[in-house]
């Protein structure tokens, strides 16, 4: 079956760590995005790639990286400069040319600080 | 401003009813696209619905239907006959311009819970 896979589903981080959330779609899209939520609210886009090896912030990309070496794996590494790393993360992918580009969405990983 | 909104944070169903939940939006964008998607509470996005902005007709899914209102600025989604299942929070976006990867917005939610 096509879909997103995004792992861990729950990570804890501690002070001064640096940790890494995965994402790997087999829809063959060549889009993919990093998504935050917090309680309550909608989702704020942090880094969102077009291309293999390109990839451009988002609102919210303090304190977060990525990389796109392959087309299907777009890991996020929430460093230690993100001071409030707690939330919900859900990684998203489309078919870049679209007009539509409808983005879906993997099951997301839950990030809490110990 | 709020790219969009989203008034009722929490609404309540009979089973089988049916129910609408609002959404409006802001752009001075032509070509836009609308969503709607549902989040369980396991956590997933899926999506439900999409209507462009020149597309005439209303769209339709299923028990899903988009009330889409130009002048209005408004997306309204409407789930006919209501199921326990359909308990979860709902999320209206919006891409604007063609082809953008960075300009989707999402609102901030609607709980629906489903009564038996």
């Known amino acids: 079956d096509g879909g997103i896979t995004q792992s861990p589903k729950y990570l804890f981080r501690k002070e001064g760590q640096n940790v890494t959330l995965s994402c790997e779609q087999n829809?063959?899209?060549?889009?993919m995005y990093w998504y935050r939520q917090d309680p309550g609210q909608g989702l704020r886009l942090i880094y969102y790639?077009?291309?293999?090896?390109?990839?451009q912030k988002g609102d919210i990309a303090e304190g977060y990286s990525v990389s796109r070496e392959k087309k299907e794996s777009f890991p996020l590494t929430v460093t230690s400069a993100q001071k409030n790393p707690t939330a919900f993360y859900l990684c998203?992918?489309?078919?870049?040319?679209?007009?539509?580009?409808?983005?879906?969405f993997g099951a997301g990983t839950r990030l809490s600080v110990l | 401003a709020q790219k969009i909104t989203q008034t009722q944070p929490g609404m309540f169903v009979q089973e089988k009813e049916a129910v609408t939940l609002d959404c409006t939006y802001d752009?001075?964008?032509?070509?836009?696209?609308l969503f709607w998607y549902k989040q369980p509470s396991s956590g997933e996005m899926i999506f439900l619905i999409y209507?462009?902005?020149?597309?005439?007709q209303n769209a339709t899914e299923g028990r899903y239907s988009l009330n889409f209102q130009k002048a209005r600025k408004s997306a309204n989604l409407v789930i006919s006959a209501s199921q326990l299942g359909d308990s979860a929070m709902y999320f209206c976006?919006?891409?604007?311009?063609?082809?953008?990867?960075?300009?989707?917005?999402f609102g901030s939610g609607t709980k629906l819970n489903v009564k038996p």
């Open positions: 998203a992918s489309s078919i870049a040319g679209a007009e539509e580009n409808i983005q879906y």
């Open positions: 829809l063959n899209h060549d889009a």
């Open positions: 790639s077009q291309i293999v090896n390109d990839f």
């Open positions: 752009t001075s964008d032509q070509s836009y696209g």
């Open positions: 209507q462009g902005s020149y597309d005439e």
């Open positions: 976006a919006m891409r604007e311009g063609l082809y953008n990867f960075n300009k989707f917005y």
